[in-house]
């Protein structure tokens, strides 16, 4: 049965090409009997927020609203956010075939004392936006090996390792911001008309510069004391920096082909990357001589290893769907007058809601589709979108850092030894505190 999530991946990006709804609602389908037959190995998260989903849906169904046109665009949304999820995902077939990266620290110490927090966090930034959450396995994996030779005690081998582990992180934390490969992009654009990625964008360049120029003051001096410390042993060859360069590069050039993708052609930046990924993945393996069905498998078994990432994307857009249907929205924008004060309290209470959803233990992917589905009901109703949108924008953003239960919280913590609390909190909290206030303001500019 793995060969139904290939299936369903291809279905959705055939319908992205063809724009034949029909083929989104098979997708959805297929990923259906997918999960309907692989319950048991799905987490217990994702389970949870399945059964919950299920209540809510039967009620929906006793409800007597519910109609098979709604239900083809919870199948549809359902297959777009997986089929999101698993084509950028495909970047994990590569990122095992990079040897080269494991020269990822010595490299980025290289630069000037003063802006290696920058330069950290830029690199992880432009990797992440490729690379997903492999950027966090390979930055903390490659890290050990780093400070292995090293010569540094174990006091400065800690500061080293949370320097880098918390600039990693928040350069993830860019992603939402300024990559139209971020699951923040894909939803508000898909689910809120009229709103694009470059809309976002300017944004999401203020709020990344707030992030940088608050945190380059907290943290450089911990990325300077793992410069400092003596390597134990010579360098490696120097093949090593023009091959990581090029990287590098080619991440940036692939952002810049999915913006000219978007700009030539009916697609959003987002619908563009989708595409352009798994053919650069495809390309990549077969030029490297692999056989068509041993690229098969790899697809295959790599989409099947992200199950319960694709369930959450995917179950998540069900929910919000069948949110925006049962709450009253036209009762909440009669009663929400079009001031600017009474925008500016939807957009923080969608800025902190995020973030305090996130620190109950709601993924932020779930808060951000029942959010932004309320948001497009309310904007049929002459609600203005742009201010909440921003502020959803910025709030995903800062959920990554603050939540415990976040996979990239909890992936540094098994890295580290520590509680996800103690990355969430101990690590970030001074900072994001530091940082509300203004992104709080930056949704007015919109």
Same mark, same amino acid.
């Given at each position: 049965?793995?060969?139904?999530?290939?299936?369903?991946?291809?279905?959705? @990006?055939?319908?992205?090409?063809?724009?034949?709804?029909?083929?989104?609602?098979?997708?959805?389908?297929? !990923?259906?009997?997918?999960?309907?037959?692989?319950?048991?190995?799905?987490?217990?998260?994702?389970?949870?927020?399945?059964?919950?989903?299920?209540?809510?849906?039967?009620?929906?169904?006793?409800?007597?609203?519910?109609?098979?046109?709604?239900?083809?665009?919870?199948?549809?949304?359902?297959?777009?956010?997986?089929?999101?999820?698993?084509?950028?995902?495909?970047?994990?077939?590569?990122?095992?075939?990079?040897?080269?990266?494991?020269?990822?620290?010595?490299?980025?110490?290289?630069?000037?004392?003063?802006?290696?927090?920058?330069?950290?966090?830029?690199?992880?930034?432009?990797?992440?936006?490729?690379?997903?959450?492999?950027?966090?396995?390979?930055?903390?994996?490659?890290?050990?090996?780093?400070?292995?030779?090293?010569?540094?005690?174990?006091?400065?081998?800690?500061?080293?390792?949370?320097?880098?582990?918390?600039?990693?992180?928040?350069?993830?934390?860019?992603?939402?911001? !300024?990559?139209?490969?971020?699951?923040?992009?894909?939803?508000?654009?898909?689910?809120?008309?009229?709103?694009?990625?470059?809309?976002?964008?300017?944004?999401?360049?203020?709020?990344?510069?707030?992030?940088?120029?608050?945190?380059?003051?907290?943290?450089? /001096?911990?990325?300077?004391?793992?410069?400092?410390?003596?390597?134990?042993?010579?360098?490696?060859?120097?093949?090593?920096?023009?091959?990581?360069?090029?990287?590098?590069?080619?991440?940036?050039?692939?952002?810049?082909?999915?913006?000219?993708?978007?700009?030539?052609?009916?697609?959003?930046?987002?619908?563009?990357?989708?595409?352009?990924?798994?053919?650069?993945?495809?390309?990549?393996?077969?030029?490297?001589?692999?056989?068509?069905?041993?690229?098969?498998?790899?697809?295959?078994?790599?989409?099947?290893?992200? /199950?319960?990432?694709?369930?959450?994307?995917? $179950?998540?857009?069900? @929910?919000?769907?069948?949110?925006?249907?049962?709450?009253?929205?036209?009762?909440?924008?009669?009663?929400?007058?079009?001031?600017?004060?009474?925008?500016?309290?939807?957009?923080?209470?969608?800025?902190?809601?995020?973030?305090?959803?996130?620190?109950?233990?709601?993924?932020? $992917?779930?808060? *951000?589709?029942?959010?932004?589905?309320?948001?497009?009901?309310?904007?049929?109703?002459?609600?203005?979108?742009?201010?909440?949108?921003?502020?959803?924008?910025?709030?995903?953003?800062?959920?990554?850092?603050?939540?415990?239960?976040?996979?990239?919280? *909890?992936?540094?913590?098994?890295?580290?030894?520590?509680?996800?609390?103690? $990355?969430?909190?101990?690590?970030?909290?001074?900072?994001?505190?530091?940082?509300?206030?203004?992104?709080?303001?930056?949704?007015? !500019?919109?």
């Amino acid at each position: 049965m793995l060969v139904l999530l290939p299936l369903a991946l291809a279905c959705e @990006l055939l319908a992205l090409l063809t724009r034949l709804p029909a083929l989104s609602v098979a997708s959805g389908c297929l !990923l259906l009997l997918f999960f309907a037959c692989h319950w048991r190995s799905l987490m217990p998260y994702p389970r949870r927020l399945g059964l919950v989903t299920l209540a809510l849906l039967g009620f929906w169904l006793l409800h007597g609203e519910a109609n098979w046109a709604q239900g083809q665009r919870m199948l549809a949304s359902a297959a777009y956010y997986g089929a999101f999820i698993g084509a950028l995902g495909l970047m994990h077939c590569l990122v095992k075939r990079l040897q080269q990266l494991g020269e990822l620290h010595r490299l980025l110490l290289a630069g000037p004392p003063a802006s290696l927090y920058p330069g950290y966090l830029l690199s992880t930034f432009a990797l992440g936006s490729i690379l997903s959450f492999g950027m966090l396995n390979l930055v903390c994996g490659s890290l050990d090996s780093h400070l292995q030779r090293r010569d540094c005690n174990e006091a400065q081998r800690r500061e080293a390792s949370r320097g880098v582990m918390v600039t990693a992180l928040r350069g993830f934390a860019l992603v939402p911001l !300024l990559a139209p490969t971020s699951v923040v992009v894909a939803i508000l654009t898909r689910e809120l008309p009229g709103l694009s990625w470059p809309q976002l964008l300017p944004f999401g360049l203020l709020a990344s510069a707030v992030l940088l120029l608050a945190g380059w003051p907290l943290d450089n /001096r911990r990325l300077r004391g793992l410069k400092q410390a003596r390597p134990l042993a010579a360098p490696p060859a120097q093949a090593a920096p023009a091959r990581l360069g090029g990287l590098l590069l080619a991440s940036l050039a692939g952002i810049l082909a999915i913006t000219a993708l978007a700009m030539l052609t009916w697609l959003s930046a987002t619908q563009a990357a989708m595409l352009l990924v798994p053919l650069a993945v495809l390309g990549a393996l077969l030029g490297q001589g692999n056989a068509p069905l041993a690229v098969y498998r790899e697809v295959r078994d790599t989409l099947a290893g992200m /199950r319960n990432e694709t369930f959450i994307f995917a $179950i998540s857009a069900v @929910l919000g769907g069948l949110a925006a249907s049962l709450v009253p929205v036209q009762a909440l924008a009669d009663q929400l007058s079009l001031t600017p004060a009474a925008l500016f309290g939807l957009a923080s209470a969608g800025l902190l809601g995020i973030i305090l959803l996130a620190l109950l233990g709601v993924a932020p $992917i779930v808060s *951000l589709s029942l959010f932004t589905a309320l948001l497009a009901q309310l904007a049929t109703h002459g609600v203005p979108l742009m201010q909440p949108a921003v502020a959803l924008l910025i709030g995903f953003s800062l959920a990554m850092l603050l939540s415990p239960y976040g996979p990239s919280a *909890l992936l540094l913590a098994r890295h580290a030894g520590l509680s996800p609390w103690r $990355i969430a909190f101990g690590w970030n909290g001074r900072f994001v505190a530091l940082v509300l206030g203004p992104l709080l303001l930056l949704p007015l !500019l919109a």
